[in-house]
């Protein structure tokens, strides 16, 4: 659900203020009529999205609309709250880390909103955050991150990084891996800094090289490929709840084959109909995936617990619980 159009950042990288202008937000009891409406038609899943979540309803001074007889203020945390009461799992995209996220923290808690946030931080030198003028680039943002996995513990935090930044120093690059290794995210996507036509950044002095782009990023994939995995591991043995996407046949394993996940320890688990999956803490296509064995009774859409029996770098692979 898009709750806001335009942006008014000037990240020195982008070029969507220029061609969609300032932000602009919707009106919250429209948004919430739309939810309600998707959810009655048998949406499971609300995904908000718009360039800069937290910033909305500034442009509208948070101008409370009327919805089911009570003022809700076209705010993030009103929002939410509205929208999680209606039901479906509410996963918030695009958040930016500013002091009133602090709020949102607590309807986690509640089970109002999904314990997922999607933080762009893009880098965590100060000096490159600077350079790519980044907002709510502040320095405590560890200090909030801890602070919010005290509420929520099962949190879990997305991210993307930009490597290879004009102007990023090895020292830089050094200070994204330490703080990587400190906020523990759960997922994380990197790209290589490529210059957008018309972007501010083009002309800032000293590009980083090409090969050396490449090498930080596979630095920064492996580092967060083995967080990930990590903290996957530690779901095997836990029961966790699955939003079922898919329910498929798997074929039997060919003569000699590796059964991998699915090498259970019943003969009778080898083949059968399996289902697809995601967790509260995957987001559909950028994150990973909840693999299920002897699924057959299950159809997509349906929100059944899990107990997770193995995991790799992205995904988990358990049965029904
Ligand atoms: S990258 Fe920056 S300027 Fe571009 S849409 Fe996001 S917050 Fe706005």
Redo the contacts with the bound molecule.
């Keep these: 659900m898009k709750i806001s159009e335009g942006?008014n950042?000037?990240?020195s990288f982008?070029i969507?203020?220029s061609i969609r202008g300032d932000l602009v937000s919707r009106r919250p009891d429209a948004i919430l009529r739309e939810a309600e409406k998707l959810i009655e038609a048998g949406t499971k899943e609300l995904l908000v999205i718009s360039?800069?979540t937290s910033a909305y309803g500034v442009d509208i001074r948070h101008q409370p609309r009327m919805w089911k007889g009570e003022e809700v203020r076209a705010h993030m945390t009103d929002l939410s709250r509205e929208l999680g009461k209606l039901g479906a799992w509410v996963r918030l995209h695009y958040v930016y880390p500013y002091p009133h996220v602090d709020q949102v923290i607590p309807l986690m808690a509640e089970g109002l909103v999904l314990p997922y946030l999607d933080i762009p931080f893009q880098h965590a030198s100060p000096k490159v955050l600077r350079s790519m003028k980044r907002?709510a680039n502040e320095a405590k943002v560890l200090e909030r991150l801890r602070s919010w996995r005290l509420i929520v513990p099962d949190m879990a935090v997305r991210s993307s990084f930009v490597v290879g930044f004009p102007g990023e120093t090895e020292e830089d690059f050094q200070y994204l891996l330490t703080w990587l290794e400190e906020a523990q995210l759960d997922r994380v996507g990197a790209f290589k800094f490529e210059p957008v036509s018309g972007a501010a950044a083009n002309t800032l002095p000293d590009p980083v090289p090409e090969e050396v782009k490449q090498e930080r990023y596979d630095r920064v994939m492996e580092i967060s490929a083995r967080i990930s995995a990590e903290k996957l591991a530690a779901k095997v043995g836990k029961t966790i709840e699955v939003l079922i996407d898919r329910v498929d046949e798997v074929p039997p394993p060919e003569e000699g084959a590796d059964r991998g996940h699915f090498d259970a320890p019943h003969p009778q688990h080898h083949h059968g109909i399996g289902a697809t999956g995601r967790s509260k803490a995957d987001a559909p296509e950028i994150d990973g995936e909840v693999h299920l064995r002897d699924a057959g009774h299950l159809s997509p859409g349906d929100i059944v617990s899990v107990k997770v029996e193995d995991s790799d770098e992205h995904d988990l692979f358990g049965v029904p619980a």
């Design positions: 942006c950042h000037r990240c982008c969507i203020p360039q800069d907002p």
